[in-house]
């Protein structure tokens, strides 16, 4: 089960024609699939499509019910080639990644189906992780739409015309036999708005009906001669098609004014911020009345000619609007007007930034530039000039990186770690993709590079260790070791002999992700298989030396395994698979359990970490080997003491880390473990009297000794 | 920023900044659910992304009053167009000021004053906290109009969470057009936890009344209750300058705890010797700061001292506060010990301690009983027996072979101080404050004396040169940079010393 659970919301995808559906964008999607008449989905989760995974998950009943076939693809690959089951049938299908790295890993596939093309309608939903909140690579997916002639629509940011572009888009890939990408980035997945909602259509043809009735052409296969076929197909077939539908269609829009000197060219999903920084300027208003005319491309690839050169006819200076690099739309929007002997300037990256997120700030510059350099004569409002950076607040405001949530049991993995290096020296630690990349910031700072998910262990595969020398470490988590981990990583290093140690991290969910569940996962999943252990699939592929150590937490344990992995005469690949569950998870499973067990009297213990302020020094050792939230630091109540203190706060979860490190490192006697007993038995009452009386009468003693001698 | 904002504008923009786990999220569904009944367009959004792992999360809002039209929304602030700008914690509202949220004509800036600390500011091997009085400052002047106070204290007494205190202080400011009854509708149609939440909503309107609760200010010198007190107190108002007396009474007041009213007699001895050589400048600096470290230094932390703090009745009281124990609870409590070989013969009486620590026999012995951290239940009669007895072992310490050492090392940096203060005071200053390197146990105790010792080494190299006291702070402050010493050697290596100084 997901961290976010969306299953009083996804009763809202029920509604009927003419309701108000008021939501999260992702819910909304979900529903215009729905709308759409779609026969199946799939996809891999990840920021910011997590959610739309997650509310499929939910909804499974409801899918189920409608006739509708829901997967939790292994990887993007996986989802991508699901999209086959509409080469042959009319079924519309569609899946979701975050992107662009989820394309990078789809590819394959995607080229296969777009070359062969399709006949139901395909939807490839991305979640384009750029700008602020991104955590991966900055490119963009407008690449793989232009090489394998993929149609990309990059919507206007309002549930309305969203849902609108979802099942335009399968028309759209019906009407031009080619898979369709719609893009959202990452603000318009978590956007909360509103939409009337259509009626939920049954999908006309079904997936069982294909079955039965398998139907072959071998012209849509990609292998010689057909693959030839396809290329020309898509250039005099497919992409004509696709651009007479758009026209057709109105999926572009012309707003603000009806003509002008000049004239702007937008991304549809830029609109609205565009609008913004055009109103702050002095030419729009809140509802949209721009004072010059904008071209809004709801579908950025392909381009429609015959729509640039009639909105560029005329005006002295377009300026095009396009987030990210390299600038394809620009580059082809000067081809475009060429062609049709334009005189238009194209104006983009030379007044816009070439690289990072187009926030409404830097539009505004953007835009008074080309105002002031092609229409001077039309007045504009100066972006206000910031006041002098203050250059101490940016010193004192510190900066949150993200690190492992409080109880982590990824933590005392990395502590452990951090202490094997202390006496062995340095490694190189080949890093994945999911929480356990934290590492790599403060306070652990460990990990060399990372090359994608599941790739750490192929990522180290390069160093083979001299006689005697180090070993490389490679750390994956299962989310990674599922995705992709078991072939390329441990097939790999089974088979090139790799001799390198790989700690596997076993924490029952895709907890980066948001919390799902895998083959791995312990828990029991109505819809889907799980508890196959990974030390099974690591014995399949012909790994031997494998450790599984249930307690993560056990940082003894973990520092002497790792040190034997890195010592062992044995060769081969070793695995050391630390399994321990997701905290964050852990405490949202058993935390209802605990009050239920508590509200009907049951004796419960639950632990939690304290330190004693009067014997803490202020080194803050402690959390240079931990770093949980909840270990922090307080001031000094010590009048002679002017460092900090560190301090347990109330968030804690009694994980133990706090006591394993102060043993295992020798670090200092300040922290003690609290066991609290709520709803004690009479024998935990008696002995609690008893203990306190006779400890009591002892503290008296002291108490008193202690008086003698005070100031 | 007047000139540059539109006249007509009606939208009323909400930046909301907060940490994960704080129910930025839930504030901002509030907002929402709110300004919809209202009659108002309302669109969230957020970025999460890996943010929601301890780090900072800014939601956005935008509301528009209903109008025959849809306006359109943007989906991010714009520096100087958001008119509320909230923040769960005193550095996000800090953030929000550096990303220009927040406009000195347009912008309310409600922020919960309390703070949570960044890993910088927790893992620095001294003080490393930001300061906070700046960024109280700037929010107070570059806001139209700021709402602050400890928000977090407050959802506590509620018992809440911050959300909703953040919610009611959101209401009392009366940046939003809605009335009180409208805000609490929310919390209740959102039908979670709403009694807490209306608590904790209340306690944020009221606000400023939480003033009464706040901590007092730091106590003075107290005033000596015993013979032994009166003693010492006269004598420190004897031979100290006044400037001097509020650390040195702390010190007698520790070491009274510490061992005896001897001890006590001769930390003034001690500093006694120090003061007299201090005549640089009124404020006597080097006096204060001595009365500090030495009295640090007397009480360091042995085997009988944590002993004896662990089993104070005091302590087990604090305890139960900090771990919020109900009276109905049963505790146990379990100290995480780690007494090796060392800390043992330091216990013991010096010549057997050096003894057992001598002989590779003995130690090799020995030493395998402890190895092993131990798990100490001091709440359990049977350790809680073992630890009293330890800290009954006050009276014998002086003969314990820590103490000689430690006394050994006092002698030894005092000497040096106080050659230094007769032609140097800035040197002398630095030197005495070099006993702050000196922390915590174990490891990180042999770690902070062997840059301790670098130190004394450099001054005994760099005595009367001028920049002598520039070294040792340059140094000092590199010693407290990283643990594994690489500041440190830099440091060494620029001021032309060898690594191996020592």
Request: aromatic share 8%; charged share 20%; glycine share 8%.
């Amino acid at each position: 089960m997901a961290e976010r659970s969306f299953k009083t919301e996804v009763e809202k995808l029920r509604l009927g024609a003419g309701a108000d559906f008021g939501g999260e964008g992702i819910l909304a999607v979900t529903k215009a699939l729905l709308q759409a008449g779609v026969a199946y989905v799939g996809g891999y989760q990840g920021s910011p499509i997590s959610h739309l995974m997650d509310v499929f998950s939910d909804a499974d009943a409801l899918l189920r019910e409608s006739g509708v076939h829901f997967e939790t693809s292994a990887s993007e690959a996986a989802a991508a080639a699901m999209l086959a089951a509409s080469v042959n049938y009319p079924l519309r299908g569609a899946v979701a990644w975050k992107s662009v790295v989820g394309t990078n890993v789809a590819s394959d596939a995607l080229s296969n189906v777009a070359s062969g093309g399709v006949k139901g309608g395909a939807l490839i939903i991305v979640g384009e992780d750029y700008g602020e909140g991104s955590s991966i690579m900055q490119e963009r997916t407008h690449a793989f739409a232009m090489k394998s002639q993929i149609w990309l629509l990059d919507p206007r940011p309002n549930l309305t015309t969203i849902v609108d572009m979802v099942e335009r888009s399968f028309e759209l890939s019906e009407a031009s036999n080619t898979p369709v990408m719609l893009e959202l980035r990452v603000r318009t997945c978590h956007l909360q708005g509103h939409f009337t909602a259509r009626d939920n259509v049954r999908p006309s043809f079904t997936i069982a009906e294909a079955l039965n009735n398998p139907v072959r052409d071998i012209d849509r296969i990609v292998l010689p001669p057909a693959s030839f076929l396809h290329e020309v197909e898509k250039i005099e077939k497919r992409w004509p098609a696709a651009q007479r539908f758009i026209l057709d269609a109105h999926l572009n829009e012309f707003l603000g004014a009806a003509s002008g000197d000049v004239g702007i060219i937008v991304q549809g999903g830029l609109y609205n911020t565009l609008n913004r920084a055009l109103e702050l300027s002095g030419l729009s208003d809140e509802f949209g009345n721009s004072k010059l005319p904008i071209y809004v491309l709801n579908v950025t690839y392909p381009l429609i000619p015959e729509e640039v050169q009639a909105f560029c006819r005329g005006k002295r200076a377009v300026l095009i609007v396009e987030e990210g690099q390299p600038e394809f739309i620009e580059h082809e929007l000067n081809t475009l007007i060429n062609r049709a002997d334009g005189r238009t300037r194209v104006v983009g990256k030379a007044v816009l930034p070439r690289a990072g997120e187009y926030t409404g700030a830097v539009l505004r510059s953007g835009i008074e530039k080309f105002m002031k350099e092609f229409s001077p004569e039309t007045p504009i409002l100066g972006a206000p000039r910031r006041e002098g950076e203050d250059a101490r607040l940016n010193m004192e405001v510190p900066q949150r990186p993200p690190g492992f949530c409080t109880g982590c049991p990824e933590r005392p993995i990395f502590t452990a770690m951090k202490m094997v290096q202390r006496e062995l020296g340095a490694f190189h630690v080949s890093s994945d993709i999911g929480c356990n990349l934290f590492s790599i910031l403060p306070p652990f700072n460990i990990g060399n590079t990372t090359m994608g998910y599941g790739l750490s262990s192929a990522g180290a595969s390069a160093f083979k260790p001299a006689p005697g020398g180090k070993r490389a470490i490679a750390v994956m988590g299962d989310g990674g070791f599922w995705h992709n981990g078991l072939t390329s990583g441990f097939g790999n290093a089974v088979f090139n002999q790799d001799d390198n140690v790989v700690i596997v991290v076993d924490n029952g969910y895709s907890a980066a992700t948001g919390g799902q569940d895998l083959l791995s996962s312990a828990a029991d999943n109505q819809f889907r298989s799980t508890k196959n252990p990974i030390e099974k699939a690591l014995r399949g592929v012909g790994i031997d030396w494998i450790r599984p150590l249930t307690r993560t937490y056990d940082v003894p344990r973990m520092r002497d395994t790792l040190k034997a992995a890195l010592t062992t005469r044995t060769k081969g690949p070793k695995v050391i698979i630390a399994q321990s569950e997701c905290m964050l998870n852990k405490q949202r499973r058993i935390r209802p359990q605990i009050s239920k067990a508590i509200k009907a009297g049951k004796r419960i213990v639950h632990e939690r970490f304290g330190i004693d302020p009067d014997t803490c020094t202020g080194d803050h050792s402690c959390i240079r080997l931990s770093g949980c939230p909840s270990l922090s630091v307080k001031p000094s109540m010590d009048p002679l003491r002017t460092d900090p203190v560190a301090h347990v706060d109330n968030s804690c979860v009694g994980c133990g880390l706090c006591g394993e490190i102060s043993h295992a490192a020798v670090l200092c006697p300040s922290f003690y473990r609290a066991q609290i007993v709520t709803n004690p038995t009479r024998i935990d009452r008696l002995g609690s009297a008893i203990r306190a009386f006779l400890i009591g009468f002892l503290q008296g003693r002291a108490d008193r000794a202690l008086a003698r001698r005070a100031f | 920023m007047g000139e540059t904002s539109n006249p007509s504008r009606r939208r009323i923009t909400i930046a909301i900044m907060a940490l994960g786990g704080q129910g930025g999220g839930v504030l901002a569904d509030w907002i929402i659910a709110m300004a919809t009944r209202e009659n108002y367009v309302a669109q969230g959004t957020s970025v999460p992304g890996v943010a929601q792992r301890t780090g900072a999360t800014i939601y956005y809002i935008e509301l528009f009053p209903k109008a025959a039209h849809p306006p359109i929304l943007a989906l991010s602030p714009m520096p100087g167009d958001v008119n509320i700008v909230i923040a769960a914690e005193l550095m996000e509202a800090g953030r929000a000021i550096l990303r220009g949220f927040v406009d000195q004509d347009r912008t309310t800036l409600i922020a919960s004053t309390h703070r949570i600390y960044a890993i910088s500011e927790k893992s620095a091997m001294g003080d490393g906290i930001a300061n906070r009085d700046y960024v109280l400052n700037a929010a107070r002047t570059r806001a139209r109009n700021f709402v602050g106070f400890d928000m977090e204290f407050a959802a506590e007494r509620a018992g809440s969470m911050i959300s909703p205190v953040l919610f009611g202080a959101l209401a009392a400011s009366g940046a939003l057009p809605f009335s009180r009854e409208s805000f609490e509708a929310a919390i209740r149609d959102s039908a979670i936890a709403v009694g807490a939440n209306l608590k904790g909503f209340a306690a944020g309107f009221v606000g400023e009344a939480d003033k009464t609760t706040v901590a007092p200010s730091p106590d003075l010198p107290p005033s000596p209750q015993t013979q032994a007190g009166r003693k010492l107190q006269a004598r420190i108002e004897a031979e100290l300058r006044k400037q001097a007396w509020a650390f040195a009474i702390e010190g007698v007041r520790r070491l009274l705890d510490y061992q005896d009213a001897a001890y006590a007699e001769l930390y003034l001895d001690r500093l006694g010797a120090v003061a007299a050589l201090d005549t640089a400048g009124p404020d006597r600096v080097l006096t204060r700061e001595t009365a500090r470290h030495l009295a640090l230094w007397m009480s360091y932390e042995d085997t009988i001292r944590v002993a004896d703090l662990k089993t104070r009745r005091s302590r087990i009281a604090r305890v139960h506060e900090e771990v919020r124990a109900l009276p109905d609870q049963v505790v146990h409590v379990t100290e995480f010990m780690h007494p090796r070989l060392e800390e043992i013969c330091e216990t013991m009486p010096a010549w057997v301690g050096r003894h057992v620590l001598r002989s590779k026999t003995i130690s090799a012995l020995l030493s395998p009983l402890f190895r092993q951290g131990r798990h100490v239940t001091s709440t359990r009669l049977g350790w809680f027996l073992i630890l009293y007895f330890i800290a009954g072992l006050r009276p014998w310490r002086r003969g314990t072979l820590r103490y000689r050492q430690e006394q050994a090392r006092i002698d030894a940096w005092l000497a040096l101080a106080c050659d230094a203060a007769k032609s140097d005071a800035g040197a002398a200053l630095e030197l005495v404050q070099s006993q702050g390197l000196i922390k915590g146990y174990g490891d990180t105790f042999a770690r902070g004396l062997k840059n301790f010792d670098i130190l004394l080494s450099v001054y005994r190299r760099f005595r009367n040169r001028p920049d002598c006291a520039a070294t040792l702070r340059g140094l000092r402050e590199a010693a407290l940079k990283d643990e594994e010493g690489h500041a440190l050697s830099a440091a060494l290596m620029q001021f032309g010393l060898a690594v191996d100084a020592a």
